[in-house]
């Protein structure tokens, strides 16, 4: 991929930040937050997104703290070249790599860039030790690209109860600006006037912010593992970007950052590897009323999706149709999520040639939970697959339908119950119990392609298992 001329915002990428980063042109991003996958080999298995999303979070690094540390550099390198002289980049990571990354930063900014290192302060929050002190901060290294140059825009923090409680002695007036004090000043011709000093409504910010996680019942919580607050996204955007200024996020996970940045007037972009995250992005972005929003890179071939991680795929999958997850990852018994509206059983397979016992064990799936018509998604299926399927509405009564991605990108998959009697009358057939008599497996199949849509039929000169 040829580099690119010119930068548009308002777009999400679907892709490996590194590869992206490398189209962007030199020196036109304001803004950069952010928070990489940390060095702490915690692996999340979780319900995310509107509490109906699934996926596979790992942050797990095989070689050791320079494997990861080498990974973050190139990546930084990148960073540091397509940043404005007048750019700000803020690095979010923990104890557990902190004191890597800041020589690591040193190395690729230059340690004279070196601004600020901030303690994010998150409060109640802590991992529970019985020997040592409990962790209750992240750290967040700012950087320029040229000291002095950079965009800082000054936030004021509130004044303490004491300091507060002092001041207001002092400025012992008001009107409708707020408190004053009066006081004598210097004029340029050496005579002096009495003139009003109201009281600030604050004091300098800090380098140690105290805000609280996002809580369970905050209204802001999607339930991703790794979300951060909109407020100190918001203290970011404010100090370090201007109205209009380009803030990036490589790595944008749930999108907080460029929610701040919508709401603050700054045009944003970010990158995610996870198709997942890009759609929970462009809900979320949409919620608070953006409608520019273009999506780069998502899977649209089956090649693409073959290459997806398993959560990846079947999150995918669910989205397609509209269909709402499992609510439970490990231990879903066979079921994957459920039709949309009726809410019938959904498995999903990332394989091809699909075949007799997967159908058999779906059947058992769909029992347990109550129904009888389910729906199994996969990129192909083999002929005992079909049979399986014919057999058990014969024996069983059960409406299994085999679903191809194929169909589903084409937009051909019908997942919607059909009204009585439009499959019309099917071949009569003897008791399951009497073996002998049974009908054949041609006789089965023959009498299931009246009763199954297209999408489960299958297709001339199908295979074996």
């Known amino acids: 991929m040829a580099p690119i001329g010119f930068l548009e915002t308002g777009v999400i990428y679907c892709d490996d930040n590194l590869h992206r980063l490398s189209q962007f042109p030199a020196e036109c991003i304001?803004?950069?937050?952010?928070?990489?996958?940390?060095?702490?080999?915690?692996?999340?298995?979780?319900?995310?997104?509107?509490?109906?999303?699934?996926?596979?979070?790992?942050?797990?690094?095989?070689?050791?703290?320079?494997?990861?540390?080498?990974?973050?550099?190139?990546?930084?390198?990148?960073?540091?070249?397509?940043?404005?002289?007048?750019?700000?980049i803020y690095l979010h990571c923990?104890?557990?790599?902190?004191?890597?990354?800041?020589?690591?930063?040193?190395?690729?900014?230059?340690?004279?860039?070196?601004?600020?290192?901030?303690?994010?302060?998150?409060?109640?929050?802590?991992?529970?030790?019985?020997?040592?002190?409990?962790?209750?901060?992240?750290?967040?290294?700012?950087?320029?690209t040229q000291l002095g140059h950079h965009t800082f825009n000054l936030q004021l923090q509130e004044y303490g109860e004491g300091s507060l409680a002092e001041r207001r002695t002092r400025y012992d007036q008001g009107d409708d600006r707020g408190p004053y004090r009066m006081t004598t000043r210097r004029t340029g011709d050496g005579s002096k006037v009495r003139a009003k000093v109201y009281l600030k409504s604050g004091v300098p910010m800090t380098d140690v912010w105290d805000i609280p996680v996002i809580n369970s019942t905050s209204k802001e919580r999607l339930g991703y593992p790794t979300q951060k607050p909109e407020a100190l996204m918001e203290r970011i955007v404010l100090a370090s970007s201007n109205h209009g200024d380009i803030v990036l996020d490589p790595f944008c996970g749930c999108g907080t950052t460029l929610v701040a940045a919508q709401r603050l007037g700054r045009q944003w972009i970010g990158i995610d590897i996870s198709p997942t995250a890009v759609n929970l992005m462009k809900r979320r972005l949409e919620r608070i009323g953006t409608t520019d929003i273009k999506l780069v890179g998502m899977p649209v071939t089956e090649a693409q999706l073959?290459?997806?991680?398993?959560?990846?795929?079947?999150?995918?999958?669910?989205?397609?149709?509209?269909?709402t997850h499992s609510p439970r990852k490990s231990g879903d018994m066979g079921i994957d999520g459920f039709s949309f509206m009726l809410h019938e059983p959904i498995q999903v397979k990332q394989s091809d040639g699909?075949?007799?016992?997967?159908?058999?064990?779906?059947?058992?799936?769909?029992?347990?939970?109550g129904h009888v018509k389910g729906y199994i998604m996969a990129f192909s299926f083999g002929r005992g697959a079909y049979e399986e399927v014919a057999r058990a509405r014969a024996e069983a009564g059960l409406d299994i339908r085999l679903v191809k991605v194929s169909d589903l990108l084409a937009d051909k998959a019908d997942l919607v119950t059909p009204e009585p009697g439009m499959f019309g009358t099917d071949l009569p057939l003897p008791s399951a119990r009497d073996a002998d008599s049974r009908p054949s497996i041609e006789e089965l199949i023959e009498s299931a392609r009246g009763a199954l849509p297209r999408a489960a039929e299958p297709p001339e000169g199908y295979g074996s298992d």
């Open 30 to 88: 304001d803004l950069v937050y952010l928070d990489p996958p940390f060095f702490s080999n915690r692996h999340y298995e979780v319900i995310w997104g509107d509490e109906a999303e699934v996926r596979s979070f790992e942050d797990r690094w095989q070689g050791g703290i320079q494997v990861y540390v080498n990974w973050m550099q190139e990546r930084m390198l990148e960073l540091h070249r397509i940043l404005k002289p007048t750019g700000s």
């Open 94 to 144: 923990d104890w557990h790599a902190s004191h890597y990354l800041k020589v690591m930063m040193d190395e690729v900014f230059g340690r004279p860039n070196f601004i600020n290192e901030v303690i994010w302060y998150y409060g109640p929050k802590a991992t529970q030790r019985v020997s040592s002190f409990q962790h209750k901060h992240d750290t967040i290294f700012l950087y320029g």
């Open 306 to 323: 073959h290459a997806l991680k398993p959560f990846e795929f079947q999150n995918w999958v669910i989205d397609r149709i509209n269909g």
């Open 354 to 369: 699909i075949g007799r016992n997967v159908v058999d064990n779906f059947e058992t799936a769909v029992k347990r939970v």
